[in-house]
């Protein structure tokens, strides 16, 4: 199957732009949330150079970001780049298991191949990536036990209707 970033604009914003003023749009260079200021009057979630795996990757910090979080430019978060520490990589890694496993959920309900993104290519340390799939993975089952974020429940069953993938189950996050 082939993934094309434009059905996932379209399906993205046929469920969210009219209700939270919120628009997925593809970018040329880093991704990054812009919240609508006094030149653009929506909120806008800008992936990178047209790759589907980024497209998910930042609607799945979208679809995990409250009220307050979404009027901030990259949620208000800290990001430190590529080239962090050990210590640096721990924080970066606790902050993404939430959006990861929402990300790898959405993976999922497209048919899409799933990777772990420990964004750290030039770290002082090499990442544990095993360790971290598997922080991500216990997330993962916890949303699929306790129920995903309300939009990230929207956006998945849209998703899985439109690639027509059946529900997720605990097996599929292997």
């Known amino acids: 199957m082939s993934f094309c970033y434009r059905d996932l604009i ?22 990054i949330y812009l919240p609508a ?23 799945a910090h979208w679809l995990l970001a409250g009220e307050a979080r979404r009027t901030q430019v990259d ?9 962090r520490d050990g210590e ?3 924080q970066f890694e606790d902050v993404e ?7 790898w959920a959405l993976s999922l309900c497209c048919g899409f191949h799933f990777n ?18 598997a922080r991500v993975r216990e997330q993962a089952l916890r949303y699929l036990e306790q129920g995903f974020p309300p939009r990230a429940q929207m956006l998945m069953a849209t998703l899985r209707r439109h690639y027509r993938r059946p ?8």
Not at 97 to 103: F, T, Y
Not at 116 to 133: I, M, Q, T, W, Y
């Open 10 to 31: 379209s399906l993205f914003n046929q469920s969210f732009a009219a209700t939270y003023n919120t628009r997925l749009e593809l970018g040329d260079d880093e991704p």
């Open 37 to 59: 200021d006094a030149e653009v009057d929506h909120h806008r979630i800008v992936f990178a150079h047209g790759f589907f795996a980024s497209a998910l990757h930042e609607v």
């Open 75 to 83: 949620y208000g978060y800290w990001y430190c780049p590529d080239g």
């Open 88 to 90: 640096q990589q721990r």
């Open 97 to 103: 298991i939430k959006p990861q496993a929402i990300e």
């Open 116 to 133: 772990v993104s420990c964004d750290n290519l030039n770290g002082s340390v090499e990442p544990d990536r095993h360790a971290f799939k």
């Open 167 to 174: 529900a997720l189950t605990a097996a599929d996050f292997s």
